[in-house]
């Protein structure tokens, strides 16, 4: 298989615009990265948009793809509309980087997209809880449940308190602020967290995710074909995993069991031959934000129960040793479901690039995206990806 | 790229099946395919679930494959959830291929499913008004009036009557009353077909496919790991392409200009070292049953303006050159929107293998999947899918 590399990386800045359309949020950040990549929308051969609830949201089913990229100048080549609820959008990268390593195509775009506010707000939670496993909806769980649930699980074993989780809400905020794409930009003390209401215990609102609605989109090339390009700074694809959610009879956090996170790092680190010790900053999947104590230990940057420990000393901070979530995360970003997934790859693209202004993290060459999306009847999550780029 | 090979096809047989769920069919399709290649479910290390309008019909939107395949038997591979309309299933098809073809896994298994019928027909209807691009759908426009639009087209062009366009669906529905996964399979005469129900004039009810239940699925393997299986007969993926819509000022058949289908076909045609000529067989996307006669023309198997006399001729009868729709097409074997494009790939792999009983075409070498999916604002189809296959 090919090299893949990175070309251009562009958003639409996430956060409440009743006004805009799937196609109006997606064409800002198409055109933010073929600008970013300094190629033109006729270079592109191939092209996945990953979305979530936008049938449900919208009424368009089925053709999202070509119903948002046809208006902003594409047609006639392959597209390919993808969904795997929050990984809808790290899956859409992931077939772009998979056309273009095969050697079918040298060029293609990978688009996440999702419109969440509406007036009505319940229509947008009855759709979000549609990416989790019907019996589980119909039980009455929903993704802040299952959250808190994962997050008392991971307290009860490791004797962590809520302030303990707090503290993840605190550091990503403060990186949220600084980030011109995030949704909310205000850096919130531990006391204001934790009297921020309580959703379900042990996490309170500013622990959570909130929905939004946004877009992100990358532009990949075959890294053999760069020369035939003016860019900046290529970022070559090292690793890109997908996976899905298991059959199990208990929760890892149970048991020693390894998670599935931990399963597909596993396959990524393989395909980049590196380990954790390799990564200079990540973005990770904290729907929840404390959920992020439970994938810092997953993806192999500290050991079983040490994360609190780990973040207290600030190895976790933009200036620590494994700065995550510097984007802020899902929380400060915000969390347009199907956008997410390239939301983090650009963060890092920024990143390893040195582009990432106040939150630069200093001299940072790999970086990693890791995310979880949807929520089976046992508990696991849907789909698994794990993405690692350098410079 | 590495060659691939179909080891196995299965299927649900398409009908009415009020109690069976998305799961439910796709099970039936599932364990016939892997019978069929005689692998087990812990051989397959990737699956592609296409499917079109579950989560409108079902409420599960975003992780369906992994909520069908689950309870399958499936976990911890990767699993994507794809989406083009009535081309879901052969887009879905393509990703296996892809991964298999690029050399990232040995074995992946591709699904189809649908469920439409319900007690209640209308939220069936809404649902499959809205993978047609919705500003169309919001003109009362769907795809029996866009087929019936077409029709005329192709009439006033070439002087074709519709006692002519009738004839489609006599050959069809007699291949139909042949194939045992078939939901109609009653042939029906001229006569018959004339007085059913007009739909949108030149359409009457026979000429036009109907909603149904059903499934289809396919394990794929590379060729060079073939000697690790005892399976019957290989068949070979010699072209597999996928397109989109165009943005385009007036329709192709009002003009000289190539079509969608003929541009789709044509990297097909160029990926497999093949021409009109060498196709033995195909199955085409006679949504509306007359639409065959445009598709005839389009992947060159005759000229513009001569596929009723060609069909008059007897040239696409199961006996003749290029046999058509020996499965009965979409208006005989009936139309789950998200199983096509596999339940076409079926019947073509029983056509080359010669196992296709009382409909086999005699000695067939090289057989022709076609598939389109969805309607743009501008009349174009949304995605298009090519596949060719040989033995």
Same mark, same amino acid.
């Given at each position: 298989m090919r090299e893949v590399a990175i070309l251009g990386v562009g958003m639409h800045p996430f956060g409440r615009y009743l006004d805009k359309s799937l196609t109006d949020l997606a064409h800002v950040a198409i055109w933010n990265a073929l600008k970013d990549a300094n190629v033109s929308a006729k270079d592109v051969q191939v092209a996945y948009l990953g979305n979530s609830i936008g049938g449900l949201i919208t009424g368009q089913e089925g053709i999202r793809a070509q119903t948002v990229l046809g208006p902003n100048g594409f047609g006639g080549?392959?597209?390919?509309?993808? /969904?795997?609820?929050?990984?809808?959008?790290?899956?859409?990268?992931? @077939?772009?980087?998979?056309?273009?390593?095969?050697?079918?195509?040298?060029?293609? =775009?990978?688009? %996440?997209?999702?419109?969440?506010?509406? +007036?009505?707000?319940?229509?947008?939670?009855?759709?979000?809880?549609?990416?989790?496993?019907? +019996? =589980?909806?119909?039980?009455?769980?929903?993704?802040? @449940?299952? @959250?808190?649930?994962?997050?008392?699980?991971?307290?009860?074993?490791?004797?962590?308190?809520?302030?303990?989780?707090?503290l993840v809400a605190v550091k990503n905020s403060y990186n949220g602020s600084l980030?011109?794409?995030?949704? *909310?930009?205000?850096?919130?003390?531990?006391? +204001?967290?934790?009297?921020?209401?309580?959703?379900?215990?042990?996490?309170h609102l500013f622990m959570t995710s909130s929905i939004a609605d946004g877009a992100?989109?990358?532009?990949?090339?075959?890294? +053999?074909? =760069?020369?035939?390009?003016?860019?900046?700074?290529?970022?070559?694809?090292? @690793?890109?995993?997908?996976?899905?959610?298991?059959?199990?009879?208990?929760?890892?956090?149970?048991?020693? /069991?390894?998670?599935?996170?931990? =399963?597909?790092?596993?396959?990524?680190?393989?395909?980049?031959?590196?380990?954790?010790?390799?990564?200079?900053?990540?973005?990770? *999947?904290?729907?929840?934000?404390?959920? /992020?104590?439970?994938?810092?230990?997953?993806? %192999?940057?500290?050991?079983?129960?040490?994360?609190?420990?780990?973040?207290?000393?600030?190895?976790?901070?933009?200036?620590?040793?494994i700065p995550i979530n510097t984007s802020g995360g899902l929380c400060a970003r915000g969390h347009p479901v199907g956008a997410t997934g390239i939301a983090q790859i650009a963060e890092i693209v920024w990143q390893l690039r040195g582009e990432a202004g106040p939150r630069q993290v200093e001299d940072a060459k790999v970086g990693m995206c890791e995310d979880s999306g949807g929520v089976l009847f046992n508990g696991d999550n849907a789909a698994f990806t794990n993405i690692i780029l350098k410079r």
């Amino acid at each position: 298989m090919r090299e893949v590399a990175i070309l251009g990386v562009g958003m639409h800045p996430f956060g409440r615009y009743l006004d805009k359309s799937l196609t109006d949020l997606a064409h800002v950040a198409i055109w933010n990265a073929l600008k970013d990549a300094n190629v033109s929308a006729k270079d592109v051969q191939v092209a996945y948009l990953g979305n979530s609830i936008g049938g449900l949201i919208t009424g368009q089913e089925g053709i999202r793809a070509q119903t948002v990229l046809g208006p902003n100048g594409f047609g006639g080549i392959p597209m390919v509309n993808v /969904e795997n609820a929050c990984a809808s959008a790290s899956t859409a990268f992931r @077939g772009v980087w998979l056309e273009i390593a095969s050697g079918l195509y040298d060029m293609g =775009l990978a688009v %996440g997209v999702e419109k969440m506010h509406l +007036e009505d707000k319940a229509r947008t939670i009855s759709a979000l809880i549609s990416v989790s496993q019907l +019996e =589980l909806s119909k039980l009455g769980m929903q993704f802040v @449940g299952e @959250g808190a649930m994962r997050c008392k699980r991971y307290m009860r074993r490791y004797g962590a308190t809520k302030e303990d989780l707090a503290l993840v809400a605190v550091k990503n905020s403060y990186n949220g602020s600084l980030n011109p794409y995030a949704f *909310h930009r205000k850096p919130y003390t531990h006391e +204001e967290i934790l009297k921020s209401p309580l959703m379900a215990d042990p996490l309170h609102l500013f622990m959570t995710s909130s929905i939004a609605d946004g877009a992100a989109a990358a532009i990949l090339c075959a890294k +053999e074909t =760069l020369k035939r390009y003016e860019t900046k700074h290529p970022i070559t694809v090292a @690793g890109c995993a997908l996976s899905s959610g298991r059959c199990r009879e208990s929760d890892p956090l149970d048991t020693d /069991e390894e998670s599935t996170i931990t =399963l597909t790092a596993k396959v990524a680190y393989r395909q980049a031959g590196m380990e954790p010790k390799d990564i200079d900053v990540a973005e990770v *999947h904290d729907a929840m934000s404390p959920i /992020e104590l439970i994938s810092t230990e997953d993806l %192999g940057f500290c050991g079983k129960g040490e994360a609190v420990q780990y973040l207290k000393k600030g190895k976790t901070q933009i200036s620590g040793d494994i700065p995550i979530n510097t984007s802020g995360g899902l929380c400060a970003r915000g969390h347009p479901v199907g956008a997410t997934g390239i939301a983090q790859i650009a963060e890092i693209v920024w990143q390893l690039r040195g582009e990432a202004g106040p939150r630069q993290v200093e001299d940072a060459k790999v970086g990693m995206c890791e995310d979880s999306g949807g929520v089976l009847f046992n508990g696991d999550n849907a789909a698994f990806t794990n993405i690692i780029l350098k410079r």
